[in-house]
């Protein structure tokens, strides 16, 4: 998932400032600090890779500042995945080109500096580094260089086995520990820019995974994520465990209470997953699913690699679970060639499995992908319409599905608090907000948990009031 989409789902984290920073081992004393300013874009891969670049950075030399003015290098962490999004990156850089007078240094990280590469300091001559994610092991050599006056690229990683491990992690998230289990994708989906900008798919041996959830959890966190662009793929290089496997070996990790997982594919989506949930207390009640289409000609075109069938086949395995699994998907509208047709089965699909929340957008051409070739582009109007009808179709879902929840008892992991409203704001198992009040002047901390009974519903929300 990514953020610059249209939400009409369970709320998305967001990227906090207080910063923990794990094994960070000695930073030289006599060298001067220079300062840094990291502005993220994008998914929760992008959020966590960030992380890592703080740690690193931090453990060069490097301190973290708050405003672009305090720094003497300006990096973006950025998302190609849609144009939109893209356009960002070179906004920020025109908006702040007149500051590298002052000799501040910029770095294009991520997706779009793997896109566009060398093109960058083309069209923003002020860049002197540009490092696609699957380079991210090679910053500190490359950060000597552009202190050396010197232009600094990493791209050419693509292919590579590694994985982006570093002990130097800054976890700038007070309630949620992310871990990358796997990274790249091999799935190539005919619109999908990420396998060019994140490379070929590789897992993280299970064993790297475990030893970072049980130092999560010596920081104190008792929620994890792990993350990947299709975690379920996990294939452990050292063939100890499958992807259900790791899940419950996680959440069986002393210490840790909520486990969650985002994203996965339906091709690879296996029953055991949902047994794990199942059977193991702390994998949180909640799939993230792309479905992406319900039309099954679309989802071909797309290269998908599965049917509309085998998808809610899948859907069926978690609506026979023991416990209620909330539901959440992605889809595109105006992919090209959709007809009124095949995007009234993707509304009918919305139907069909009654989803928790949508994350939907627009068709956006990108570059070198195989549906840019493809015949019967969808004007952006209609684009528009169809994901207005989308949404509000989906509103009206999950109003419906949120009232069942009126006069539970749930427990919620606490976020924060809106002072405005004198509320609250925790998160279920199921990945919804519920917003809550509590009697008398407590104080409830990030990260810790609480008993809320839910008074009422709305389509993005709950709301209820703590039990004491
Ligand atoms: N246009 C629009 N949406 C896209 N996504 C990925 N590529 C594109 C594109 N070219 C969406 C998919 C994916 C989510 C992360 O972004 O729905 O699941
Ligand atoms: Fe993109 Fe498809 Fe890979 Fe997801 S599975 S990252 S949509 S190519």
Not at 320 to 335: P, Q
Request: with cysteine; hydrophobic share 35%; proline share 4%.
């Amino acid at each position: 998932m990514d953020m610059d989409g249209l939400q009409t789902g369970a709320g998305r984290s967001q990227v906090r400032t207080r910063v923990i920073l794990s094994h960070m081992s000695g930073v030289s004393p006599n060298r001067p600090q220079k300062t840094f300013y990291l502005e993220t874009f994008g998914c929760q891969m992008n959020v966590h890779d960030s992380e890592k670049v703080i740690g690193t950075l931090v453990q060069e030399g490097y301190r973290q500042v708050e405003t672009v003015e305090q720094a003497d290098l300006i990096l973006y962490n950025t998302c190609s995945i849609r144009d939109k999004a893209e356009q960002k990156v070179f906004h920020r850089l025109a908006d702040f080109k007149k500051l590298q007078a002052q000799g501040k240094k910029f770095g294009v990280l991520g997706c779009v500096a793997q896109q566009e590469g060398h093109k960058i300091f083309e069209r923003a001559p002020h860049v002197s580094l540009v490092c696609g994610s699957a380079s991210y092991r090679n910053l500190p050599q490359m950060l000597v260089q552009i202190e050396a006056g010197k232009r600094s690229t990493g791209l050419d990683d693509r292919q590579t086995d590694e994985c982006f491990e570093t002990e130097f992690t800054a976890r700038t998230n007070p309630y949620r520990g992310y871990i990358t289990i796997i990274e790249g994708c091999d799935k190539f989906c005919a619109y999908c820019v990420v396998p060019f900008t994140r490379g070929k798919e590789r897992s993280r041996t299970s064993d790297s995974v475990m030893a970072e959830a049980r130092q999560l959890v010596d920081l104190g966190y008792s929620e994890i994520q792990l993350l990947g662009q299709n975690v379920n793929s996990y294939k452990d290089p050292a063939g100890k465990y499958s992807f259900a496997e790791l899940l419950a070996a996680v959440g069986e990790v002393p210490g840790v209470k909520r486990v969650r997982f985002t994203t996965s594919h339906p091709r690879d989506f296996g029953r055991d997953i949902v047994e794990a949930i199942d059977a193991v207390p702390t994998l949180c009640d909640h799939v993230h699913l792309p479905v992406q289409s319900g039309s099954a000609r679309v989802l071909d075109a797309m290269q998908r690699l599965y049917t509309r069938e085998q998808y809610l086949e899948r859907i069926a395995w978690m609506k026979s679970a023991k416990r209620e699994i909330s539901i959440t998907t992605d889809i595109i509208v105006g992919f090209p060639g959709e007809t009124e047709a095949d995007f009234e089965q993707t509304l009918s699909l919305l139907e069909e499995v009654g989803y928790d929340g949508v994350f939907s957008f627009k068709y956006s051409p990108r570059p070198n992908t195989p549906a840019l070739t493809l015949e019967d582009p969808i004007p952006d109007q209609e684009k528009a319409r169809r994901l207005e009808v989308l949404m509000a179709k989906q509103r009206e879902i999950q109003t419906a599905q949120n009232k069942k929840y009126a006069g539970k008892i749930a427990q919620v992991m606490v976020e924060g608090r809106n002072d405005a409203r004198g509320q609250w704001i925790g998160r279920t198992s199921q990945n919804k907000t519920l917003n809550f009040t509590a009697r008398g002047q407590v104080a409830l901390k990030a990260g810790t948990y609480a008993e809320v009974a839910i008074l009422s519903s709305f389509a993005n929300s709950l709301l209820g009031e703590m039990v004491v």
